[in-house]
């Protein structure tokens, strides 16, 4: 069984241009959360997803950030007009749902630089 | 989501036993008790995850007081490669949550 697939694991962009990370939950899995880290610092919560749906999405910046977890294909963490401070660590992680415990599983990170 | 408290950074010799603290005292009784820790340039991996009893796994054992409002990880024979960041989290049972990561306890390993 796969773990959680992070594409790609670095990405370098200019300032302007458009990031898009991916993320292949667990197999099995419906829930996707996306955090950020950035350098030095914590994880940072950005949003929580279910197939089709954004459950919460508090983390996230109001502009230029947007994600999505279609019914078919990988989750999509889309970052329009990046600038510098967008250069962090980017990490997903996925879990089966509901169930009682709850434990995440993440995926290894997408290092984003903007130049 | 209840607060948790970690030391900042904590230090072991290679092949000693390391216990990492954290205190909750501000837990439920149905919440549940996760570690995660996180390699230098990796994605945080789950460690263990205890609800009252004391519990062991591959990786390390979880000690839970009586009163729930503590917990300790223990690394019996630490090793240069479990030098990581640790974080406590509480998860509620049952539902959907979002876990909140603090700063954590960065363990360093002296060989």
């Known amino acids: 069984n796969a773990g959680v697939m992070q594409n790609p694991r670095h990405l370098v962009r200019r300032r302007g241009q458009e990031a898009r990370l991916r993320c292949s939950p667990m197999?099995?899995?419906?829930?996707v959360y996306w955090y950020r880290q950035l350098p030095e610092e914590g994880l940072k919560f950005m949003v929580y997803?279910?197939?089709?749906?954004?459950?919460?999405e508090s983390g996230m910046p109001k502009e230029r950030f947007s994600a999505e977890f279609p019914k078919e294909g990988p989750s999509i963490l889309r970052i329009q007009q990046v600038v510098r401070g967008d250069s962090a660590a980017y990490f997903c992680?996925?879990?089966?749902?509901?169930?009682?415990?709850?434990?995440?599983?993440f995926g290894e990170g997408s290092r984003l630089t903007v130049l | 989501d209840a607060k948790t408290t970690q030391p900042n950074s904590m230090e072991s010799n290679e092949e000693e036993p390391v216990h990492l603290p954290c205190n909750h005292s501000?837990?439920?009784?149905?919440?549940?008790i996760h570690w995660y820790r996180q390699l230098p340039s990796q994605g945080p991996e789950y460690v263990i995850h205890?609800?009252?009893s004391n519990v062991n796994n591959r990786m390390a054992s979880l000690a839970i007081a009586e009163d729930r409002k503590s917990s300790t990880l223990i690394l019996h024979r630490a090793t240069l490669r479990d030098a990581a960041v640790y974080y406590c989290?509480?998860?509620?049972?049952?539902?959907?949550?979002?876990?909140?990561f603090g700063r954590g306890t960065s363990l360093i390993v002296h060989p």
């Open positions: 992680a996925s879990s089966p749902g509901r169930e009682l415990t709850g434990e995440l599983f």
């Open positions: 197999k099995g899995h419906s829930h």
């Open positions: 997803l279910q197939k089709e749906n954004i459950i919460d």
């Open positions: 501000t837990i439920s009784g149905t919440d549940y």
């Open positions: 205890g609800l009252t």
């Open positions: 989290i509480l998860r509620p049972s049952g539902g959907s949550y979002i876990p909140t």
